[in-house]
Nanobody, 125 residues
């Protein structure tokens, strides 16, 4: 069973920083894309940032210049460095990954998707 375990959330003051981590474990042959999403109270889940296995990234306009996504492929881990945090960044942050169970699946781009349990980030004075 493949699992994603997130860590690093918490309470921070406006202008502060946090670093989220997400580690994948289980019977994984390879991981394709990894990403972070967030869901604020009363709102839909939205994309924060994504990174491919080659390191290409994209991020939401609302976090550009403040958040940086990176990954350590050897450890099946993705990070989200969040700087200059604002109250509107308050949300539950979810990690997401596309993975292949075998070389065959990877070659044919037969990827499965898994989500983490979420970690709460609260930005408040």
């Amino acid at each position: 069973q493949v699992q994603l375990v997130e860590s690093g959330g918490g309470l921070v003051q406006p202008g502060g920083s946090l670093r989220l981590s997400c580690a994948a474990s289980g019977s994984i042959f390879s991981i394709n894309g990894m990403g972070w999403y967030r869901q604020a109270p009363g709102k839909q889940r939205e994309l924060v940032a994504q990174i491919t296995s080659d390191g290409d990234t994209r991020s939401a306009d609302s976090v550009k210049g403040r958040f940086t996504i990176s990954r350590a492929n050897a450890e099946n881990t993705v990070f989200l460095q969040m700087n200059s945090l604002k109250p509107e960044d308050t949300a539950v942050y979810y990690c997401n990954a596309e993975y292949a169970l075998s070389e065959y699946d990877d070659y044919h781009s037969e990827y499965l998707e898994v989500w983490g349990q979420g970690t709460l980030v609260t930005v408040s004075a």
